[in-house]
């Protein structure tokens, strides 16, 4: 799908080496998010998420992560509402996460550190007609991110789960179909913080407007130790890395505010 964004691969630079500039600079992501310097947004909407598990294709490790691709030819997968003024097409959702359960997860809350953090990411259709068109605009994105927390068997990530020795090294793809990511959201996504980022991996545009939801979901121990059995490396390279650790370092604040849905 256009999502898979395969021209990032060519940019793609390992995540401990950031590159030198970054287009514009005052509105990277991650961020720590604040709940004190949060300001709560009555006008803030619902989220309203309508995933047509159809149009899951493809699970993919791109040598960064592994992503979840969607069909985004049409508007069969979407999200409006929240702080959204358009419509979103899903296009793939994809995880970073740490070596161990202490760290992992690209967000933060008052520092509060997660094992791990999933990425829905969606493209403006309604102004737009291609991902690799909407990832150059301001208004171009959105991404809504999920904390993953250590406790329960995640009964609906286990079927992604059993598919990633599939895709251990990078560049393999495996078919992955009829997978509806709703399963992967909390049950309450009214409660979330939105605020104007960038990318956190290449091309790190400032396209992007993030929702985090307050509520983290719960995955087992075993099933994050799935997750880091994958490789940053090809089959073919000597050395085989694993892949862990794939988040972007934290970035100043700068001028934005972060907006709350509830109080
Ligand atoms: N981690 S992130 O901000 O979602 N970064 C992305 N980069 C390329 C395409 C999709 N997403
Ligand atoms: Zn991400």
């Given at each position: 799908s256009a999502c898979s964004s395969r021209f990032v691969l060519s940019q793609m630079h390992p995540?401990?080496?950031?590159?030198?500039e970054v287009p514009g600079?005052?509105?990277?992501?991650?961020?720590?998010?604040?709940i004190r310097k949060s300001v709560f947004d009555p006008n803030l909407k619902p989220l309203v998420t309508r995933y047509d598990p159809r149009t899951c294709q493809q699970i993919w490790n791109n040598g960064y992560s592994f992503l979840v691709e969607?069909?985004?030819?049409?508007?069969k997968s979407t999200l409006h509402g929240g702080p959204l003024e358009d419509q979103f097409r899903l296009c793939q959702f994809h995880f970073h996460w740490g070596e161990n359960n202490n760290w992992g997860s690209e967000h933060t809350v008052d520092r509060h550190l997660y094992p791990a953090e999933l990425h829905l990411v969606h493209w403006n259709s309604d102004k737009y007609s291609l991902f690799e068109e909407a990832v150059m605009e301001d208004n171009g994105l959105a991404v809504i991110g999920v904390f993953m927390k250590v406790g329960r068997r995640h009964e609906g990530l286990q079927k992604l789960v059993d598919a990633l020795p599939a895709v251990r090294h990078k560049d393999s793809v495996v078919e992955f179909t009829k997978?509806?990511?709703?399963?992967?959201?909390?049950?309450?996504?009214?409660?979330y913080w939105t605020y104007a980022g960038s990318l956190t991996?290449?091309?790190?545009?400032?396209a992007v407007t993030w929702i985090i939801m307050k509520q983290p979901i719960e995955v087992s121990h075993d099933q994050l130790a799935v997750f880091r059995?994958?490789?940053?490396?090809?089959?073919?390279?000597?050395v085989q890395k694993s892949m862990v650790n794939n988040f972007r370092v934290q970035q100043s604040l700068k001028d934005r505010t972060i907006r709350s849905s509830f109080n």
């Open positions: 995540m401990w080496q950031e590159p030198l600079g005052d509105r990277q992501s991650p961020i720590d998010i604040s969607y069909d985004d030819r049409t508007d997978f509806d990511p709703s399963c992967l959201l909390p049950q309450n996504t009214n409660e991996t290449p091309p790190l545009t400032e059995s994958l490789l940053f490396t090809s089959a073919e390279e000597e």
